[in-house]
């Protein structure tokens, strides 16, 4: 195991060194894992075509602030000591596969992962339950610096606190460097792109990163997109289909609390509930034709961009 020292390394610093390999927050998202980050964004990243822009993150630097807090509650809970180790660890085999483990246990072959979580997502921690992330993530920092089991800690909603011990699965752990080796090797050192995936992640990264265009700029794709194009008229066609049955089985359970009157059913497994829901919203119509000052001082114009296909004939 090769170590770097961080502690005199600047956040800018650590950020490109982070770059130069695969870290344990980046296993999630190259697994599939993470709702917030895809793998063709790792790989844009890793291969230094998009840098994600340091802002304001809220979740992100509270979990900062509260990770020593979180480790000293461990400590205090458990008995057992942990330290600071300031350092960047990669991989005996492959270097490339990196780890910033946020405290080391003194005196047992384990690693602590101190968490915060919001109180919405507490289910995710309920019993034996840990985020798929995380346990790729704690499983990825075994395999580099070759330990035996992890810790891990969280502060829910800031007023719940869980800790668990997560083993070593050597099973799982090749798993996940088999899939990390190839990421790196293929897609990072050749410049392969992995698949662009249809997740929120990707979807929301598209909007943002395409957000301006050339007016009026065309260019020309071939069979290949012809064939795309084909394919998301099939799937289109799938969901209409699937859309209009859910509408039938939606309509069918409505007409069975309607013809009673009734806001809620209970069967055998499910509660239905039909309610109204009122909502108020501002008539903008009738504000621009009555105050249209007040509309134009409040008036906000946004632009995006909006994807169509249409069939040459």
């Known amino acids: ?32 894992f993470n709702k917030y980050k895809s793998p063709y964004q790792v790989w844009l990243d890793k291969t230094g075509q998009w840098k994600e822009e340091q802002t304001d993150n809220e979740p992100a630097y509270w979990g900062n602030v509260l990770e020593e807090v979180v480790a000293r509650e461990f400590t205090e809970r458990t008995g057992k000591k942990v330290r600071r180790m300031n350092k960047m660890y990669r991989h005996r085999e492959h270097p490339f596969l990196q780890a910033n483990i946020d405290r080391d246990v003194v005196g047992e072959p384990a690693i602590l992962e101190c968490k915060t979580a919001n109180t919405f997502l507490a289910d995710q921690w309920e019993g034996d339950s840990i985020p798929e992330q995380y346990i790729f993530q704690v499983q990825h920092y075994m395999n580099v610096l070759n330990r035996d089991y992890a810790y891990i800690a969280v502060l829910i909603g800031g007023q719940k606190f869980i800790w668990k011990r997560i083993e070593r699965d050597q099973e799982l752990i090749q798993l996940i460097q088999e899939r990390l080796v190839e990421f790196w090797e293929v897609n990072v050192k050749q410049m392969i792109p992995p698949s662009i995936d249809g997740s929120d992640a990707t979807t929301a990264f598209m909007k943002e990163r395409y957000a301006s265009s050339e007016v009026g700029k065309e260019i020309l794709l071939g069979q290949a997109e012809d064939e795309l194009i084909a394919s998301l008229k099939e799937q289109k066609d799938i969901k209409k289909i699937i859309e209009i049955n859910i ?13 009673s009157h009734a806001e809620v059913a209970i069967t055998p497994s499910n509660l239905i ?6 909502s108020n919203r501002i008539d903008t119509k009738k504000l621009k034709a009555e105050q249209p000052t007040i509309y134009e001082k409040y008036r906000r114009t946004s632009t ?5 296909i249409k ?3």
């Open 273 to 278: 509930t039909w309610k109204p829901v009122v």
């Open 304 to 308: 995006s961009r909006r994807f169509s």
């Open 311 to 313: 069939e040459i004939k």
């Open 1 to 32: 195991m090769r170590e770097i020292n961080t502690l005199d390394m600047g956040h800018l610093e650590w950020l490109e060194a982070r770059r130069t390999g695969i870290g344990g927050s980046d296993v999630g998202s190259i697994l599939g």
């Open 247 to 259: 509408s039938q089985i939606e309509n069918q359970l409505k007409d069975k609390l309607g013809q």
